[in-house]
């Protein structure tokens, strides 16, 4: 009997994730600012993080709750193992950082420089016109306690000194004061606001002496679960939520190594924080802010694509003649999506179209794609947009993005309480020849034109009947217009993804079982549901040879003798974010593939509407098989899963990166489909 | 219909749905089917009126609905109608206008009588064989929320019809009180009743066949059985009512696998379907998958059509005769003499084929009063007629045969300036038309022994002169025909005349 438990807890799973984004830093192959911005990404991601996930297991553990994680673990047990998970990474983020920086200062880009006589001019000019302005110190006494600091806010800790006596005083740097100063000299310096802050503290504080001063950020809970039945109108709620939002407790506390024992003792106190909770940061806290570098010098970035329009479409093309004889899958960034966004911008104008519907979980500013909506409804088409106000961080916008719409006289619906809208369509209704048709694009990823140049995503086009028909149907659904769907071929959480995942699965194992050939590779960005990790473990178990491809957090641990071992992991990490969901099964040979909004977590299959789509048609087909089969391939982005770690694989010989082979190559594979 | 988008909505007692479809060139395409679950039955059936919450509620959904058909451009393409939910409610007038208020939408209420006709025609349609049913001896019941509509059907003639309140939501509601272990049996006695009616209008030794079924609790049954024909058996209905006769509504919809509203009313549901039956004495009942509102959809845009429809009537009409023992002879020599007039006093009367078989119909039972008396025997005809419920044969047109039928006799002037006067003048002058004709068919009859064997109508300048070719010496007729054709000369303001030519003496 084998002891080792093959469920691994989801908050480690997704640190080692996090770690994997964070070693793209140190990869050679990537361009120098590249591996800035994966630094950059890693702490945005860890920020998240310890805002949702700390910040909802400190909830838990505070309100008592006990119950076991999958891997057996309770809520207090997770935040010691993240802790200390966490700390190591910090610690390992912090050497990297010193690395880039020092091989940047050789390309003459200098990040957060000792302010010299050099610069020492221009930083007091900032000083006076960006910075001193718009601060406001709080020097802490019995009537003045530690301000209230808000989420991810920097501040300034000073300790100061007058007539003999000593006060501390805290500085929080303003949400809309800007972080980093670019100067540019002989070479182009970085300035941060909080160096220039400490730098000309004595302005500040004209009476006293500057004793030292440190930075320290803090992160706050941020758990948005929302019981949305309680809620009669949930616009207001969310609106009501967001005010409320910046109150949560501390999760994490950011410091400057040199902040003494006991500064940091009394505020713990203050502020209600534990020791575990100190994250100390010798160098520059908060590296989300490196973003703004990462464009510093073309030469040191990726190079430049195009994204090309696929298979015979051009910018002048006529889509819905095209569509109507062909279905059109894309593989974006490699494709462009541009094509979607002109397809919504003709049949706005279209004199034949009656109609325009498509769900909103993330859109870019300046969304074409809305613009055309708009531009629709004052062309008398009949437009609905389903808008997902719970879409996380981007709450508010989508609740600006409703009111725009609505104000332009499209109907705006927020979907169905308790029930998430993850699943991307849109649906465009014309009348041709007196007959209506309908044009379903569905995708894995956001209509969001920002986004589709850097996440790789599926985007499947059609004019199908029986397609159109369903997705007619998940809109009246989700816009209330009906409370009982029929399907053809859709399938839809929350009811219907999981059990006929679980139905293939069975189908597998029972080939498995008769001794014929079983074989599933399942692509997604995240499995944790316990249900369908068993169901993997009994597959694997009857002889399904099972190839996952996990880009986040994978909760089953592959490779155990006896219970995972016909289990691989892997998880590609590279210049784009995996993000589309392509399960591909033998099936006794029919090789049925699917591709999903659908991760295969519980909230996904039990508590959203996301999309299972199966694609029959061959050319498409074999489009989404090669996609796979190149993903099997890559062996220069790929890490393999190793127990509860990862071990990445770089190979000297055949290099193939499968990023950098679709953005030359993405036509070639349109081309071998069609044989 | 012409080439076009149509819609249509039944607002149920337990349910709204709508069903919209493309047509062109005489095919359907469905494009659209909502439901959206409201209980308007349960305010109506046990307050006796709709509350205003589940007005407000109705007029949100009827709201979307209207979207739905702006998003195809439909405007009058429609046709939305409400049955016992709305029909019985004492406030269904001001249901009906908020609901144009707040929407635009008009809706309609439908009679059982046509709800089941509309379905008639539609799984006419749809079920292979139906037409062998209908000879052999067939019972439609169209069994919803609120009521429970019947067709008997045989030999080309609707021998019963009617609606009944024994919907299964309906009797959900009046043995909420009852226990839930015992509900069954309350159930079976007031479903055994409901066939003992039946059975009681039903001609003696009649015999049944084949029962047929449509109306929303079907659903339920096919969510359960899943049946590959459109065909049950008695005997799993049966196992499946010993399983859950018992059990309360949250077991049911969980051992089941049902939604809430479904497991309310299975129990009532199943009762009903087995005791029918057992009354039509089969082991099967049949169905269509059809939803109501797409049969409404293909009545309304006229996609199926009741061809057999005049016949079916004609045959009812006298079948009723028969029960009223009428003196068949008669009626069918005044109907073919009015037929006669009708045709040949067109230039005169304007009047087209739906009128022409009003007239007909009045004519066959225009003597049926004398079933109850021979005094007054027009006026006994009268209500007699309007108590019929023929299913397809509008409400306006029977009450149109029962003023014929009123006035084919007594003194036309006098009912209309004492009783009708408040008709407007088209109908008015339509009735008048009619009787006028009615009266000078019924006079050339006067004796009931086919006297006048056929005659010619000569329109000529002044006057109308109808030339008769008599057996005998027809006395009565001469003496009714200067009685009766005043009326003719007063609404046509030409005179009319007889001349009797006798061929054999």
């Given at each position: 009997?084998?002891?080792?438990?093959?469920?691994?807890?989801?908050?480690?799973?997704?640190?080692?994730?996090?770690?994997?984004?964070?070693?793209?830093?140190?990869?050679?192959?990537?361009?120098?600012?590249?591996?800035?911005?994966?630094?950059?990404?890693?702490?945005?991601?860890?920020?998240?993080?310890?805002?949702?996930?700390?910040?909802?297991?400190?909830?838990?553990?505070?309100?008592?709750?006990?119950?076991?994680?999958?891997?057996?673990?309770?809520?207090?047990?997770?935040?010691?193992?993240?802790?200390?998970?966490?700390?190591?990474?910090?610690?390992?983020?912090?050497?990297?950082?010193?690395?880039?920086?020092?091989?940047?200062?050789?390309?003459?880009?200098?990040?957060?420089?000792?302010?010299?006589?050099?610069?020492?001019?221009?930083?007091?000019?900032?000083?006076?016109?960006?910075?001193?302005?718009?601060?406001?110190?709080?020097?802490?006494?019995?009537?003045?306690?530690?301000?209230?600091?808000?989420?991810?806010?920097?501040?300034?800790?000073?300790?100061?000194?007058?007539?003999?006596?000593?006060?501390?005083?805290?500085?929080?740097?303003?949400?809309?004061?800007?972080?980093?100063?670019?100067?540019?000299?002989?070479?182009?310096?970085?300035?941060?606001?909080?160096?220039?802050?400490?730098?000309?503290?004595?302005?500040?504080?004209?009476?006293?002496?500057?004793?030292?001063?440190?930075?320290?950020?803090?992160?706050?809970?941020?758990?948005?679960?929302?019981?949305?039945?309680?809620?009669?109108?949930?616009?207001?709620?969310?609106?009501?939520?967001?005010?409320?939002?910046?109150?949560?407790?501390?999760?994490?506390?950011?410091?400057?190594?040199?902040?003494?024992?006991?500064?940091?003792?009394?505020?713990?106190?203050?502020?209600?924080?534990?020791?575990?909770?100190?994250?100390?940061?010798?160098?520059?806290?908060?590296?989300?802010?490196?973003?703004?570098?990462?464009?510093?010098?073309?030469?040191?970035?990726?190079?430049?694509?195009?994204?090309?329009?696929?298979?015979?479409?051009?910018?002048?093309?006529?889509?819905?003649?095209?569509?109507?004889?062909?279905?059109?899958?894309?593989?974006?960034?490699?494709?462009?999506?541009?094509?979607?966004?002109?397809?919504?911008?003709?049949?706005?104008?279209?004199?034949?179209?009656?109609?325009?519907?498509?769900?909103?979980?993330?859109?870019?500013?300046?969304?074409?794609?809305?613009?055309?909506?708009?531009?629709?409804?004052?062309?008398?088409?009949?437009?609905?947009?389903?808008?997902?106000?719970?879409?996380?961080?981007?709450?508010?916008?989508?609740?600006?993005?409703?009111?725009?719409?609505?104000?332009?006289?499209?109907?705006?619906?927020?979907?169905?309480?308790?029930?998430?809208?993850?699943?991307?369509?849109?649906?465009?209704?014309?009348?041709?020849?007196?007959?209506?048709?309908?044009?379903?694009?569905?995708?894995?990823?956001?209509?969001?034109?920002?986004?589709?140049?850097?996440?790789?995503?599926?985007?499947?086009?059609?004019?199908?009947?029986?397609?159109?028909?369903?997705?007619?149907?998940?809109?009246?659904?989700?816009?209330?217009?009906?409370?009982?769907?029929?399907?053809?071929?859709?399938?839809?959480?929350?009811?219907?993804?999981?059990?006929?995942?679980?139905?293939?699965?069975?189908?597998?194992?029972?080939?498995?079982?008769?001794?014929?050939?079983?074989?599933?590779?399942?692509?997604?960005?995240?499995?944790?549901?316990?249900?369908?990790?068993?169901?993997?473990?009994?597959?694997?178990?009857?002889?399904?040879?099972?190839?996952?491809?996990?880009?986040?957090?994978?909760?089953?641990?592959?490779?155990?003798?006896?219970?995972?071992?016909?289990?691989?992991?892997?998880?590609?990490?590279?210049?784009?974010?995996?993000?589309?969901?392509?399960?591909?099964?033998?099936?006794?040979?029919?090789?049925?593939?699917?591709?999903?909004?659908?991760?295969?977590?519980?909230?996904?299959?039990?508590?959203?509407?996301?999309?299972?789509?199966?694609?029959?048609?061959?050319?498409?087909?074999?489009?989404?098989?090669?996609?796979?089969?190149?993903?099997?391939?890559?062996?220069?982005?790929?890490?393999?899963?190793?127990?509860?770690?990862?071990?990445?694989?770089?190979?000297?010989?055949?290099?193939?990166?499968?990023?950098?082979?679709?953005?030359?190559?993405?036509?070639?594979?349109?081309?071998?489909?069609?044989? | 219909?012409?080439?076009?988008?149509?819609?249509?909505?039944?607002?149920?007692?337990?349910?709204?749905?709508?069903?919209?479809?493309?047509?062109?060139?005489?095919?359907?395409?469905?494009?659209?089917?909502?439901?959206?679950?409201?209980?308007?039955?349960?305010?109506?059936?046990?307050?006796?009126?709709?509350?205003?919450?589940?007005?407000?509620?109705?007029?949100?959904?009827?709201?979307?609905?209207?979207?739905?058909?702006?998003?195809?451009?439909?405007?009058?393409?429609?046709?939305?109608?409400?049955?016992?939910?709305?029909?019985?409610?004492?406030?269904?007038?001001?249901?009906?206008?908020?609901?144009?208020?707040?929407?635009?939408?008009?809706?309609?209420?439908?009679?059982?009588s046509d709800?089941?006709y509309?379905?008639?025609?539609?799984?006419?349609?749809?079920?292979?064989?139906?037409?062998?049913?209908?000879?052999?001896?067939?019972?439609?019941?169209?069994?919803?929320?609120?009521?429970?509509?019947?067709?008997?059907?045989?030999?080309?003639?609707n021998?019963?019809s009617?609606?009944?309140?024994?919907?299964?939501?309906?009797?959900?509601?009046?043995?909420?009180?009852?226990?839930?272990?015992?509900?069954?049996?309350?159930?079976?006695?007031?479903?055994?009743?409901?066939?003992?009616?039946?059975?009681?209008?039903?001609?003696?030794?009649?015999?049944?066949?084949?029962?047929?079924?449509?109306?929303?609790?079907?659903?339920?049954?096919?969510?359960?059985?899943?049946?590959?024909?459109?065909?049950?058996?008695?005997?799993?209905?049966?196992?499946?009512?010993?399983?859950?006769?018992?059990?309360?509504?949250?077991?049911?919809?969980?051992?089941?696998?049902?939604?809430?509203?479904?497991?309310?009313?299975?129990?009532?549901?199943?009762?009903?379907?087995?005791?029918?039956?057992?009354?039509?004495?089969?082991?099967?009942?049949?169905?269509?998958?059809?939803?109501?509102?797409?049969?409404?959809?293909?009545?309304?845009?006229?996609?199926?059509?009741?061809?057999?429809f005049v016949?079916r009537v004609?045959?009812t009409l006298?079948?009723?005769?028969?029960?009223?023992?009428?003196?068949?002879?008669?009626?069918?020599?005044?109907?073919?003499?009015?037929?006669?007039?009708?045709?040949?006093?067109?230039?005169?009367?304007?009047?087209?084929?739906?009128?022409?078989f009003i007239?007909?119909a009045?004519?066959?039972?225009?003597?049926?009063?004398?079933?109850?008396?021979?005094?007054?025997?027009?006026?006994?005809?009268?209500?007699?007629?309007?108590?019929i419920e023929i299913p397809g044969l509008p409400r306006e047109t029977v009450?149109?045969i029962?003023?014929?039928?009123?006035?084919?006799?007594?003194?036309?002037?006098?009912?209309?300036?004492?009783?009708?006067?408040?008709?407007?003048?088209?109908?008015?002058?339509?009735?008048?038309?009619?009787?006028?004709?009615?009266?000078?068919?019924?006079?050339?009859?006067?004796?009931?022994?086919?006297?006048?064997?056929?005659?010619?109508?000569?329109?000529?300048?002044?006057?109308?002169?109808?030339?008769?070719?008599?057996?005998?010496?027809?006395?009565?007729?001469?003496?009714?025909?200067?009685?009766?054709?005043?009326?003719?000369?007063?609404?046509?303001?030409?005179?009319?005349?007889?001349?009797?030519?006798?061929?054999?003496?």
């Amino acid at each position: 009997m084998n002891t080792v438990s093959p469920y691994i807890n989801r908050e480690l799973s997704w640190l080692e994730f996090n770690k994997r984004v964070m070693m793209e830093a140190v990869d050679p192959d990537v361009p120098l600012l590249e591996r800035l911005k994966f630094l950059a990404i890693f702490s945005s991601n860890l920020d998240e993080f310890f805002m949702i996930r700390v910040g909802g297991l400190q909830d838990q553990k505070e309100a008592g709750y006990s119950k076991l994680d999958i891997s057996g673990c309770t809520p207090e047990q997770q935040l010691v193992a993240i802790s200390r998970k966490a700390h190591e990474l910090t610690n390992q983020r912090q050497k990297i950082y010193k690395t880039i920086k020092s091989d940047l200062e050789k390309e003459n880009i200098v990040i957060a420089p000792d302010i010299d006589a050099e610069l020492d001019e221009i930083a007091e000019a900032i000083f006076n016109e960006e910075i001193y302005p718009v601060i406001s110190p709080v020097t802490i006494s019995s009537n003045n306690p530690v301000p209230f600091i808000y989420n991810f806010r920097l501040c300034v800790y000073a300790v100061i000194k007058k007539n003999n006596i000593i006060h501390h005083s805290v500085i929080i740097l303003p949400e809309n004061l800007q972080r980093i100063f670019k100067v540019k000299l002989d070479k182009t310096y970085y300035l941060f606001a909080e160096d220039i802050l400490k730098r000309y503290l004595q302005i500040v504080y004209p009476d006293y002496e500057i004793l030292d001063s440190y930075c320290l950020r803090v992160t706050r809970n941020a758990d948005l679960t929302l019981d949305e039945e309680e809620s009669d109108d949930l616009l207001l709620s969310i609106k009501k939520f967001l005010k409320s939002r910046r109150k949560g407790g501390i999760c994490r506390v950011e410091i400057d190594g040199r902040l003494p024992a006991d500064i940091l003792e009394k505020m713990s106190q203050e502020m209600n924080f534990d020791k575990d909770d100190v994250y100390v940061i010798d160098d520059l806290i908060d590296m989300t802010s490196l973003f703004a570098i990462t464009g510093a010098k073309q030469e040191l970035c990726y190079p430049q694509f195009n994204p090309v329009m696929p298979d015979g479409f051009s910018a002048d093309s006529d889509i819905f003649e095209k569509i109507k004889k062909k279905d059109l899958i894309m593989y974006r960034p490699f494709h462009d999506f541009s094509l979607v966004s002109k397809m919504v911008a003709a049949a706005a104008d279209d004199p034949d179209v009656l109609a325009i519907k498509m769900t909103l979980y993330r859109a870019n500013k300046n969304s074409t794609i809305l613009a055309s909506l708009s531009k629709a409804v004052k062309n008398g088409k009949h437009v609905s947009v389903v808008i997902e106000l719970k879409a996380r961080f981007d709450e508010e916008r989508n609740v600006d993005w409703a009111n725009m719409l609505e104000e332009a006289g499209c109907i705006v619906t927020y979907g169905i309480a308790g029930l998430k809208i993850h699943a991307k369509n849109l649906l465009i209704v014309r009348r041709e020849n007196g007959k209506v048709v309908r044009y379903t694009h569905m995708s894995t990823g956001n209509y969001n034109e920002f986004t589709a140049g850097i996440y790789t995503d599926v985007d499947y086009i059609t004019a199908d009947e029986e397609v159109g028909k369903d997705c007619a149907a998940m809109f009246n659904y989700l816009m209330g217009y009906t409370d009982i769907g029929t399907w053809n071929r859709f399938y839809l959480a929350p009811n219907y993804i999981k059990p006929k995942i679980l139905e293939l699965i069975d189908e597998e194992i029972a080939f498995a079982k008769a001794g014929k050939k079983a074989r599933m590779i399942v692509k997604v960005n995240s499995i944790i549901d316990k249900l369908l990790i068993d169901k993997l473990i009994e597959a694997s178990c009857a002889g399904v040879k099972i190839d996952m491809i996990v880009r986040g957090v994978c909760g089953i641990r592959a490779g155990i003798k006896g219970v995972t071992e016909n289990i691989r992991v892997r998880s590609i990490i590279g210049r784009f974010l995996e993000h589309p969901r392509i399960i591909y099964f033998h099936a006794g040979g029919k090789k049925r593939v699917f591709f999903s909004t659908a991760d295969w977590m519980e909230r996904n299959m039990d508590r959203r509407v996301e999309l299972f789509f199966e694609v029959l048609k061959k050319e498409p087909k074999n489009f989404l098989l090669n996609i796979i089969d190149l993903n099997m391939k890559d062996n220069q982005k790929t890490w393999i899963q190793k127990g509860a770690g990862y071990e990445k694989t770089k190979s000297a010989d055949d290099k193939l990166c499968y990023h950098d082979y679709l953005i030359n190559n993405i036509e070639d594979l349109h081309k071998e489909a069609q044989l | 219909m012409k080439n076009g988008i149509f819609a249509a909505i039944n607002i149920g007692a337990s349910a709204f749905r709508m069903h919209i479809s493309e047509y062109t060139d005489g095919d359907e395409r469905p494009l659209e089917y909502l439901i959206k679950p409201l209980r308007l039955g349960r305010d109506t059936f046990t307050k006796g009126h709709i509350t205003l919450e589940s007005v407000y509620a109705a007029t949100e959904i009827l709201k979307k609905f209207r979207h739905k058909m702006d998003e195809y451009g439909i405007k009058k393409n429609y046709k939305a109608v409400c049955t016992s939910g709305v029909r019985e409610a004492g406030n269904r007038a001001f249901f009906i206008d908020h609901v144009r208020q707040e929407t635009g939408l008009e809706l309609e209420i439908i009679q059982p009588s046509d709800e089941i006709y509309v379905k008639y025609v539609t799984v006419k349609n749809d079920i292979d064989g139906f037409d062998d049913f209908e000879k052999e001896g067939v019972l439609l019941a169209n069994i919803s929320s609120g009521n429970i509509a019947l067709a008997v059907l045989k030999d080309n003639q609707n021998i019963y019809s009617g609606a009944l309140p024994y919907g299964s939501l309906r009797l959900r509601r009046m043995f909420s009180d009852t226990p839930t272990h015992i509900r069954y049996k309350a159930y079976e006695q007031y479903v055994q009743k409901m066939c003992y009616s039946i059975g009681n209008a039903l001609p003696v030794g009649f015999e049944l066949n084949h029962l047929v079924s449509a109306g929303s609790s079907l659903n339920v049954l096919l969510n359960i059985f899943k049946p590959k024909k459109n065909m049950l058996k008695k005997a799993q209905l049966e196992e499946l009512y010993e399983k859950v006769k018992h059990m309360p509504r949250d077991t049911i919809k969980s051992v089941m696998k049902i939604r809430q509203d479904e497991a309310s009313v299975l129990v009532p549901t199943l009762v009903t379907y087995i005791k029918l039956m057992e009354f039509v004495g089969t082991d099967f009942v049949r169905f269509s998958h059809m939803t109501f509102p797409h049969m409404l959809s293909l009545f309304y845009s006229n996609t199926v059509r009741d061809k057999g429809f005049v016949g079916r009537v004609r045959n009812t009409l006298y079948g009723l005769g028969e029960r009223f023992n009428i003196d068949r002879k008669h009626a069918d020599t005044i109907s073919e003499f009015a037929m006669k007039l009708f045709d040949a006093l067109k230039p005169l009367h304007s009047l087209g084929r739906q009128e022409r078989f009003i007239l007909e119909a009045a004519a066959i039972l225009s003597d049926a009063g004398y079933y109850i008396d021979t005094r007054k025997h027009n006026q006994h005809s009268y209500y007699l007629v309007q108590s019929i419920e023929i299913p397809g044969l509008p409400r306006e047109t029977v009450k149109l045969i029962s003023y014929l039928v009123l006035m084919h006799n007594g003194d036309v002037n006098d009912w209309f300036e004492n009783k009708y006067h408040y008709f407007p003048m088209e109908k008015q002058l339509l009735i008048k038309k009619l009787v006028s004709i009615l009266r000078i068919a019924d006079s050339l009859d006067s004796s009931h022994m086919n006297l006048v064997q056929d005659f010619d109508v000569d329109i000529l300048q002044g006057k109308i002169v109808i030339r008769a070719k008599c057996r005998k010496m027809a006395f009565l007729e001469k003496h009714s025909f200067e009685t009766k054709s005043q009326v003719f000369a007063e609404t046509f303001g030409i005179p009319i005349e007889l001349e009797t030519r006798i061929l054999y003496e």
